[in-house]
């Protein structure tokens, strides 16, 4: 029984990745839009009793290549996150590094393709476990934040997907080392460094917003 089950689960297996491997090369050829779900099965060399068996429509099969995608991303920088005053850039590295190595699912997404856009479930997550992550962080460290975590959090993410989005789609040379090292400067050392200014150089006046325009942090 138990040989039957396995040989079952790696038909599955196959079957389920043979379709997303399909919809992500048409979607590459010929657009998401255009792509039809007899393209897809054609292309996979499936019947569509198989697709339907899995997947309820393409939308369907497009956000489990995004989910997969999450998931195994997660499961390979949750245990590189920092948790001290010490930054070597691991999680960003080992996210493109992955972005490298699965190049064109990640130009699928970043391209906008689904409706509603598979992207914005793949920034939900990954702010989520940013969230988690720079709070574990902070608590290590015995700091309070001087901005919300979920701010932090966001402006992190939309940072990245910014630069995913500039590299990949744009076919850019750089290799995922240092596109990752070039980040996690500005990173560490902010804004004022990475456009040359002087230490103190820049300062801010607040005046402009008023005290009301002031978010506590907890």
């Given at each position: 029984m138990t040989d039957c089950v396995s040989k079952v689960?790696?038909?599955?297996?196959?079957?389920?990745a043979a379709l997303q491997h399909a919809l992500v090369e048409l979607t590459l050829e010929k657009g998401y839009s255009a792509t039809t779900i007899d393209d897809i099965t054609n292309r996979a060399d499936v019947a569509r009793a198989t697709f339907y068996a899995h997947y309820t429509d393409k939308q369907a099969l497009l956000t489990s290549i995004a989910t997969d995608l999450t998931d195994d991303m997660t499961i390979r920088f949750g245990p590189r996150a920092p948790m001290s005053s010490t930054t070597r850039g691991?999680?960003?590295?080992?996210?493109?590094?992955?972005?490298?190595t699965n190049r064109d699912i990640y130009r699928v997404l970043l391209g906008g393709a689904g409706d509603p856009p598979v992207l914005h479930a793949y920034v939900d997550a990954l702010a989520k476990a940013a969230e988690v992550i720079f709070?574990?962080?902070a608590k290590s460290l015995k700091v309070t934040p001087r901005l919300p975590v979920e701010f932090l959090a966001r402006m992190w993410v939309g940072q990245h997907v910014a630069l995913l989005s500039w590299w990949l789609l744009g076919d850019l040379p750089y290799t995922a080392e240092?596109?990752?090292?070039?980040?996690t400067k500005y990173h560490v050392n902010g804004a004022e460094?990475?456009?040359?200014?002087?230490?103190?150089?820049?300062?801010?006046?607040?005046?402009?917003?008023?005290?009301?325009?002031?978010v506590p942090v907890s």
């Open positions: 689960d790696r038909r599955v297996r196959r079957s389920t691991e999680v960003a590295l080992e996210m493109f590094r992955h972005a490298e709070a574990a962080r240092q596109v990752a090292l070039m980040r460094w990475a456009h040359g200014a002087a230490p103190g150089q820049w300062v801010f006046d607040a005046s402009l917003y008023g005290p009301d325009a002031e």
